[in-house]
């Protein structure tokens, strides 16, 4: 049983690239989160997701950030145009419904913006 | 903000003492979380105790929950080396939505 898969682990881009991170959610589960988190710094939740929908988009940067679950594939986290300011781990979570349920986290995407 | 906050920011204890680590918030809560990261890692779920609970235990851990005080603790007995890590708490809240809060996290190292 697979737990939340993330890939790439790592990611270099230089200034100007874009990044995409993908996040397959546990088996059964159908809401996804995203979370930033700088060094040395709790997680900064960005974007919630369900199949096909945008729930809460609250901790998106307003530009070059994106995300979308379509009905088949995994999550992707589009960010356009990095910047240094960028360069963090990238956790995405699952959770098997809405609520009070746990949530269970991905081993990251450390993004490093050149 | 309904941000958690921990407390202290970072511990440093021997192997076989007892860490706490306390955390505060400021809304309401659904329940409360507290996760373990290891360094460069992902998070690890720890334990969930929701806002009708007071205290509850898993293992060496034990979480407890005063919601008059907006504050919970973890409390890690007999701790190991293994136990080092970064630790933090994650509020859900009634009004906010459905994402956690997490706050910035408490440093644990358990020196052998």
């Known amino acids: 049983n697979a737990g939340v898969m993330q890939n790439p682990r790592h990611l270099v881009r230089r200034r100007g690239q874009e990044a995409r991170l993908r996040c397959s959610p546990m088996?059964?589960?159908?809401?996804v989160y995203w979370y930033r988190q700088l060094p040395e710094e709790g997680l900064k939740f960005m974007v919630y997701?369900?199949?096909?929908?945008?729930?809460?988009e609250s901790g998106m940067p307003k530009e070059r950030f994106s995300a979308e679950f379509p009905k088949e594939g995994p999550s992707i986290l589009r960010i356009q145009q990095v910047v240094r300011g960028d360069s963090a781990a990238y956790f995405c979570?699952?959770?098997?419904?809405?609520?009070?349920?746990?949530?269970?986290f991905g081993p990251g995407t450390r993004l490093t913006v050149t | 903000s309904q941000q958690g906050e921990e407390d202290p920011q970072a511990l440093s204890i021997q192997e076989g003492e007892n860490a706490t680590m306390n955390c505060s918030y400021k809304?309401?809560?659904?329940?409360l979380q507290w996760y373990r990261q290891n360094s460069g890692r992902g998070l690890v779920h720890l334990i969930l105790?929701?806002?009708?609970?007071r205290e509850k235990h898993s293992g060496r851990l034990r979480v407890t929950l005063d919601t008059s005080k907006k504050s919970s603790s973890l409390l890690i007995t007999a701790s190991r080396a293994a136990d080092t890590a970064s630790y933090f708490c994650?509020?859900?809240?009634?009004?906010?939505?459905?994402?956690?809060?997490f706050g910035p996290g408490t440093r644990l190292s358990v020196l052998p």
């Open positions: 979570a699952s959770s098997l419904d809405r609520g009070s349920y746990e949530q269970y």
């Open positions: 088996k059964g589960h159908s809401h």
């Open positions: 997701l369900q199949k096909e929908n945008i729930i809460d």
């Open positions: 809304t309401s809560i659904n329940n």
């Open positions: 105790i929701r806002s009708n609970e």
């Open positions: 994650a509020t859900d809240a009634r009004n906010y939505g459905q994402n956690f809060v």
